[in-house]
């Protein structure tokens, strides 16, 4: 069976850190790109972050470049997101996907999406 | 406020056709292709739409896409209550490097 399963969400204090992973199960990890993709209580999607196959390309929305680094381990099936300096504003459900190809661009789609890990940033 | 603009709602009786909008700029749905998101209540997206129009296996051949210039739509035909769901937009933003989503469309199924 093919899934993806996130993990490491919590509440955590503004300015504090945090990663989150996602374990990828029954396909060729190492075959596709790989992305985070966040959804606020309420709100819509907004794309965080991805990366390539072979890590030699990675890509952040604006809202957290500077602050998150996404990265994975093609040996253990694992994607992963560090969040440093949290803000209010990061609070939401994170998911991870799956790409349909290997690359991070244009031509590219979200053909797998995990349940999700949910991120409280408070005081 | 997202970069691709979609309605909030939508909704028709069952059986009829509905259409979503999705409107954007030249460095992303002038230039790239749009992909469609469904999600249900209390569930992860799903892939519905993607490059080509292509739909993934198990998709209904109820639903298409379409794209003109800087605006691209997503028809659902045959409407049923299954397709009650919030649908996103999507697509490659040349000038942020990055993808940006429609603020989703609520279909209701009268």
């Known amino acids: 069976e093919v899934y993806l399963v996130e993990s490491g969400g919590g509440l955590v204090q503004p300015g504090r850190s945090l990663r989150l992973s996602c374990a990828a199960s029954?396909?060729?990890?190492?075959?596709?790109?790989m992305n985070w993709v966040r959804q606020a209580p309420g709100k819509g999607l907004e794309w965080v972050a991805g990366?390539?196959?072979?890590?030699?390309?990675?890509g952040y929305a604006d809202s957290v470049k500077g602050r998150f680094s996404i990265s994975r381990d093609n040996t253990k099936n694992l994607l992963y997101l560090q969040m440093n300096s949290l803000r209010a504003e990061d609070t939401a459900l994170y998911y991870c996907?799956?790409?349909?190809?290997?690359?991070?661009?244009?031509?590219?789609?979200?053909?797998?999406w995990g349940q999700g890990t949910m991120v409280t940033v408070s005081s | 406020q997202s970069v691709l603009t979609q309605p909030p709602s939508v909704s028709e009786a069952p059986g009829q056709r509905v259409t979503i909008s999705c409107s954007g700029s030249?460095?992303?749905?002038?230039?790239?292709?749009v992909i469609w998101y469904q999600q249900l209540p209390g569930t992860a997206p799903k892939l519905l739409i993607y490059?080509?129009?292509q739909r993934p296996s198990g998709v209904s051949d109820r639903f298409s896409g379409s794209k003109s210039g800087t605006s691209a739509s997503l028809a659902i035909s045959g409407l049923q209550s299954e397709d009650e769901a919030v649908y996103f937009c999507?697509?490659?933003?040349?000038?942020?490097?990055?993808?940006?989503f429609g603020g989703g469309t609520k279909v209701t199924v009268l």
């Open positions: 996907a799956k790409n349909n190809n290997w690359g991070l661009h244009s031509q590219s789609a979200f053909d797998l």
């Open positions: 029954g396909f060729t990890f190492d075959d596709y790109g």
């Open positions: 990366i390539n196959w072979n890590s030699g390309i990675t």
């Open positions: 030249s460095s992303n749905v002038g230039s790239n292709p």
């Open positions: 490059i080509y129009n």
């Open positions: 999507a697509v490659w933003d040349d000038t942020l490097n990055g993808w940006v």
